[in-house]
């Protein structure tokens, strides 16, 4: 399937099918999570932020790709729980605003979204660490953007960056050395 332009639906089921799988892995996320603090909550945070921000967002089905992740990111800021839901909330902020009022993108549109979201987001943070869900997201975030400048077709420049996120995130334990003493890649990026 060829992809050339991604609208609001497409965007929110993706969104969905992503809680979703989140929501199921609760407890193997609880059971990595070691940074920064070895609380075992990062799973429950981020299932309890995505389920209330995606049950806000359910009906927004004839809203243009920009007016839907503004109101993603507006309810994802309200419902943010833990480190991982609020660097979360801050890249859909983000990458809200680079949208504006888009009806649909492109691959390209997109990928320089996500990239500019992910570059504000570690400037919005005091202290942005490597080997965490921002190390994970800006990786995915580059390879989208090397992608779309080969193809148009959003699947080929998702595929690649969830493959590019998958090894970005087997690298967060030389990252930091929390994760390498506890033999875990970091919880928020997985």
């Known amino acids: ?28 996320l609880n059971s990595i999570n070691v940074f920064p603090v070895p609380d075992g909550d990062t799973g429950t945070n981020l299932a309890l932020t995505l389920k209330e921000a995606t049950r806000r967002i359910k009906d927004y089905t004839r809203l243009g790709i920009g007016a839907f992740a503004r109101r993603l990111a507006d309810a ?26 888009k009806a649909r993108m492109s691959s390209i549109e997109f990928a320089r979204a996500m990239r500019e979201a992910i570059d504000a987001t570690y400037n919005a943070l005091e202290d942005p660490r490597e080997g965490t869900i921002l190390t994970v997201i800006r990786e995915v975030a580059l390879e989208a ?5 080969e193809t148009d077709d959003l699947v ?24 390498k003493a506890a033999g875990v890649v970091d919880a928020g990026g997985l």
């Open 1 to 28: 399937m060829v992809l050339k332009l991604l609208d609001s639906e497409k965007f929110r089921n993706a969104i969905l099918t992503g809680a979703s799988r989140l929501i199921k892995n609760v407890k193997k």
């Open 76 to 101: 994802l800021v309200l419902e943010a729980k833990g480190n991982s839901g609020v660097i979360f909330s801050q890249f859909l902020l983000e990458f809200a605003d680079r949208i504006g009022d």
């Open 145 to 149: 953007e090397r992608a779309a400048e």
């Open 156 to 179: 080929e420049v998702l595929e690649r960056s969830l493959r590019k996120g998958k090894e970005a995130l087997e690298k967060t334990p030389e990252l930091l050395p929390e994760l």
